[in-house]
């Protein structure tokens, strides 16, 4: 079926989201001129429902991060504001999504034989054990909670990109209030930026990634 998506792309486009009590953004991973070629790969990191889950799916988003620097992909890492990890490698808008679909899957099938345990692919949270790395969600209309974005959930968290040096252990989604990540804007400018500046051919990541296979 067809959806209408707003465009936001002004001020006033977010002020009417807002009116329209819409509280956290939900974007596509592509623009409205090329619709059809993603920005970027994501990896959505869901941890276990345990009490150190988030600290394992920190764990597991520094070897993603190891492993597209084997591939030469930058990445990009933000808290969801929810439970989990987005970490993001922009590409060149050349790719289809059933281009960054596979390779996000080959990528997180290598980790999971790499890291059994820790890292799974496995969908069906009742046969899971460890931090499903997501592949399934770079598919077409696929949306993801966007940058600064704020969270329906208990104090606000918002969606937060954070350097890698500190995404540490001690590390929580809820430290993350809409005061403090002002501050951190004010402070570091904005650290998702790069996501939509630095970008690398996927071709080029897919063919060492196939050979690491």
Not at 158 to 163: D, G, N
Request: proline residues 7%.
């Amino acid at each position: 079926r067809l959806v209408d998506f707003t465009l936001v792309n002004e001020t006033a486009a977010l002020v009417w989201m807002v009116q329209m009590n819409c509280i956290d953004m939900n974007a596509w991973y592509s623009r409205v001129d090329k619709p059809h070629r993603p920005d970027f790969v994501l990896f959505d990191l869901d941890p276990p429902d345990q009490d150190d889950g988030f600290e394992l799916a920190i764990d597991v988003a520094h070897l993603i991060r190891g492993l597209l620097d084997e591939l030469g992909l930058p990445g990009y890492v933000k808290t969801s504001g929810a439970d989990g990890i987005h970490v993001v490698a922009p590409i060149t808008r050349r790719s289809t999504f059933e281009q960054t679909y596979d390779f996000a899957e080959a990528a997180s099938r290598l980790l999971e034989g790499r890291h059994p345990g820790p890292v799974t692919t496995e969908w069906l949270k009742k046969k899971r054990e460890g931090v499903l790395v997501d592949h399934r969600q770079n598919g077409w209309g696929k949306t993801i909670a966007s940058a600064y974005s704020v969270r329906p959930k208990p104090g606000a968290p918002v969606s937060t990109p954070l350097h890698w040096e500190e995404l540490t252990s001690d590390v929580r989604p809820r430290q993350f209030t809409m005061e403090v990540v002002l501050a951190r804007v004010a402070e570091l400018g904005d650290l998702f930026a790069p996501v939509l500046e630095e970008k690398r051919p996927l071709a080029a990541a897919a063919k060492k990634l196939a050979r690491l296979a």
